[in-house]
């Protein structure tokens, strides 16, 4: 046991004892009164000698670490003289201890002892898992007040006393479940994700993330950092297990959770629940599954994929109906959804894209562009589309006109089909710059679901888009915009080339483009269709 000694006398009442509070950083260590006797006070004149006190302690306490030790009046919270006092331990986890732990750790006589090691690590472990969900959350801060409070109870009214004894921890938080760690440059998902978590921190929410996909046995955990300058926290291997892992040592401190995707609402609400009673849940749909599978099974004449978009129906409308509210990007969605749950629990969310207009000239411009992640079957099936019947097309009315497909994960097989008029760029790291290239920007997706990010993005790029009515399903288009939505190769060809050669019809579809990414989908218009979600 390590000890604290010293005296106090309050010179307005020196034959007073004095109570005192000590701490090692901000943990309470202990209560004290000063009521000792040393003769050595008595001998220089401090009152009657009793002012001396000794406090023993856990040696524990200063094992591994420097700890600041303060030393204050019970009465005001002020520091004694001397106080604060920085003090080194005696052991520092450096270097050299890692290294003889791990050798201690390692020589083993017995089975036995390798068993004994083994339970040793393990709790060892668990605590310290345990102290840092306790610091992510907040909760030993919490802890430590409720301390103090305790020690200065008599000086409140016993009413005052018990609201701040119960009073709730400041501010909310949310927490955020996705598949994956999202990246702006790598599909409208992610955008939209990053976006609503912003939404959320400047509707008052301090926000943590979790990816489920990453925890998975193989998972590699992604880079964070983005996230961390964002003021988002990550729940990651090898601190946290599993997204369950993190709910039980978070038990309680969430106020909101946020669910991404289907696989992750299923999986997650009543899990959620479970940890999190008071939470309001929320799951974002990011498209219907069900109507993507059932429009790709039109479209390839599959009965088994039609199958299977009854199967995900019924999933999507179990976890609607487990949640408090559904989150939506497409007005089309929210209208669908309606006619089978509560009107009032659904929300049409969009994502906040800043309208960034091109600056390069449409007579220094040339060509147009596909833009999608190409691990997304819908996309795939567009960019054959686009090479196999609708860029001929373009070509025998004008063949200087080329398309770029710039996208993540172009496979092999599509970059062999582009021949005359098709180039596959891949992935781009500026893509306001790429659409800068361009003229106009094409996307004839043949099925799909949910608000798509290509056409905003070229829309907020001041760069009209010829799409089919799936790609343009959810946005509401203004009529010019609407001009330019066919689904024929033909008619796409046709908008394509008109929108490439009139400069006039160009420069207006890109202001009214402009117009509309702004009205539409503003940080502005994002929190108020969140809070609504957020509030219920």
Not at 206 to 218: D, H, K, M, S
Not at 234 to 239: E, I, L, V
Not at 285 to 304: N, T, W
């Amino acid at each position: 046991m390590s000890g604290l000694h010293g005296w106090a006398q309050e010179s307005e009442h020196p034959g007073a004892r004095v109570s005192l509070l000590v701490t090692a950083d901000d943990d309470l260590v202990g209560r004290v009164l000063a009521n000792h006797y040393r003769d050595d006070l008595e001998s220089a004149g401090i009152g009657d000698g009793r002012h001396a006190f000794t406090l023993s302690f856990d040696d524990s306490l200063l094992m591994l670490s420097p700890r600041v030790i303060r030393v204050r009046r019970e009465s005001d919270g002020a520091d004694v003289p001397g106080s604060p006092k920085t003090i080194t331990p005696p052991l520092i986890f450096d270097a050299s201890v890692m290294r003889t732990l791990s050798e201690a750790l390692g020589k083993y006589r017995s089975d036995d002892e390798i068993e004994r090691k083994i339970d040793f690590f393990v709790e060892e472990t668990v605590k310290l898992m345990q102290g840092l969900a306790d610091r992510d959350s907040g909760r030993a801060r919490r802890r430590r007040d409720e301390d103090y409070l305790r020690c200065w109870r008599w000086r409140l009214t016993s009413g005052e006393a018990e609201a701040d004894m119960h009073r709730p921890r400041s501010g909310r938080r949310a927490l955020v479940i996705d598949d994956t760690t999202p990246k702006r440059t790598r599909d409208a998902g992610s955008t939209a994700i990053i976006s609503h978590m912003q939404s959320l921190q400047r509707l008052g929410f301090e926000v943590a993330f979790a990816a489920a996909a990453e925890f998975r046995i193989g998972g590699v955990p992604a880079d964070t950092g983005h996230l961390d300058e964002l003021g988002i926290f990550s729940f990651r291997p090898p601190y946290y297990g599993s997204i369950e892992d993190a709910m039980i040592r978070q038990a309680g401190e969430f106020d909101l959770i946020y669910l991404h995707r289907l696989s992750n609402a299923s999986r997650y609400c009543e899990m959620a629940r479970g940890y999190f009673p008071r939470a309001r849940v929320l799951y974002s749909v990011a498209d219907l599954h069900f109507l993507r599978l059932a429009r790709q099974a039109e479209a390839e004449d599959s009965p088994e994929l039609m199958q299977l978009s009854k199967v995900t129906q019924r999933r999507e409308l179990l976890a609607m109906a487990a949640a408090d509210a559904v989150l939506t990007h497409s007005r089309f969605e929210a209208e669908l959804m309606r006619q089978t749950i509560r009107k009032d629990r659904i929300h049409v969310v969009p994502w906040h894209r800043p309208a960034r207009p091109a600056t390069i000239d449409f007579s220094d411009r040339q060509g147009v562009a596909f833009v999608g992640y190409y691990g997304h079957q819908p996309n795939l099936d567009a960019a054959r589309w686009l090479i196999d019947e609708i860029m001929p097309l373009v070509r025998k009315g004008n063949p200087s006109i080329e398309c770029l497909l710039v996208g993540p994960d172009t496979p092999k097989d599509l970059e062999r089909l582009c021949g005359d008029g098709c180039v596959a760029v891949g992935l781009v790291d500026d893509l306001a710059a790429m659409f800068g290239r361009v003229r106009l920007s094409v996307a004839p997706l043949a099925y799909g679901a949910g608000l798509k990010g290509k056409v905003l993005d070229s829309l907020a790029a001041g760069t009209p888009c010829v799409c089919t009515a799936i790609a343009a399903e959810g946005f509401d288009l203004p009529a010019p915009l609407r001009a330019y939505v066919a689904d024929d190769a033909s008619g796409l060809a046709a908008a394509i080339l008109r929108l490439h050669e009139d400069r006039e019809e160009n420069d207006l579809c890109s202001r009214v483009g402009l117009d509309f990414v702004a009205e539409r989908f503003s940080e502005a218009e994002v929190d108020r269709a969140m809070q609504r979600a957020v509030t219920g």
